[in-house]
T-cell receptor, first 115, second 112 residues
Framework: DTAVSQTPKYLVTQMGNDKSIKCEQNLGHDTMYWYKQDSKKFLKIMFSYNNKELIINETVPNRFSPKSPDKAHLNLHINSLELGDSAVYFC??????????????FGPGTRLLVL | GDSVTQMEGPVTLSEEAFLTINCTYTATGYPSLFWYVQYPGEGLQLLLKATKADDKGSNKGFEATYRKETTSFHLEKGSVQVSDSAVYFCALRNTGFQKLVFGTGTRLLVSP
């Protein structure tokens, strides 16, 4: 009964490869996000989707392409992986209303290591 | 743009000591403020939040008060435990924006 789940948990791959990370939420939320946590633990938004529509694209290289097949899923595909893509990628979800108090719930993270 | 500043870590305490982790923010408008905690090898969990000035968020013995006059949201706990060892993130979310803006995180190490 995990609220926000991600697969895989760990991903080790070579430079130049293409890989995908999957995220699913069973909270019935309408908005999902991808955040990147670098080696210094700094967290930054990458994308958000609301009801399958892209809302935020925070100057992420176009090698990163999110896809939302339905509002419970948000996948992240990364082309031509680079060493600097090594990080922990967190998926999150929230139910958006009219205010700023909506809580975002995070998945366990996917630890990506590019060799 | 909006930003969050947290104290540098690590913060090293003995069990039962008093904890304060400072957090200040810069934002236009009236943001909501959050503390998230990340235990070793795990994802982020919401610890507490406050949505308007003078609100106090509290959970698991932790508390923080939204101070608009000092643009601060300091995290406190009266008596820490070894199990509180983790990285603590202060974050804000502003009106009209869906994203959370995080501070750099503060690592807390509690020894027996």
């Amino acid at each position: 009964d995990t609220a926000v789940s991600q697969t895989p948990k760990y991903l080790v791959t070579q430079m130049g490869n293409d890989k995908s990370i999957k995220c699913e939420q069973n909270l019935g939320h309408d908005t999902m996000y991808w955040y990147k946590q670098d080696s210094k633990k700094f967290l930054k938004i990458m994308f958000s989707y609301n009801n399958k529509e892209l809302i935020i694209n925070e100057t992420v290289p176009n090698r990163f392409s999110p896809k939302s097949p339905d509002k419970a899923h948000l996948n992240l595909h990364i082309n031509s992986l680079e060493l600097g893509d090594s990080a922990v990628y967190f998926c999150a979800s929230s139910q958006e209303g009219t205010g700023v108090e909506e809580t975002q719930y995070f998945g366990p993270g996917t630890r990506l290591l590019v060799l | 743009g909006d930003s969050v500043t947290q104290m540098e870590g690590p913060v090293t305490l003995s069990e039962e000591a008093f904890l304060t982790i400072n957090c200040t923010y810069t934002a236009t408008g009236y943001p909501s403020l959050f503390w998230y905690v990340q235990y070793p090898g795990e994802g982020l969990q919401l610890l507490l939040k406050a949505t308007k000035a003078d609100d106090k968020g509290s959970n698991k013995g932790f508390e923080a008060t939204y101070r608009k006059e000092t643009t601060s949201f300091h995290l406190e706990k009266g008596s820490v435990q070894v199990s509180d060892s983790a990285v603590y993130f202060c974050a804000l979310r502003n009106t009209g924006f869906q994203k959370l803006v995080f501070g750099t995180g503060t690592r807390l190490l509690v020894s027996p």
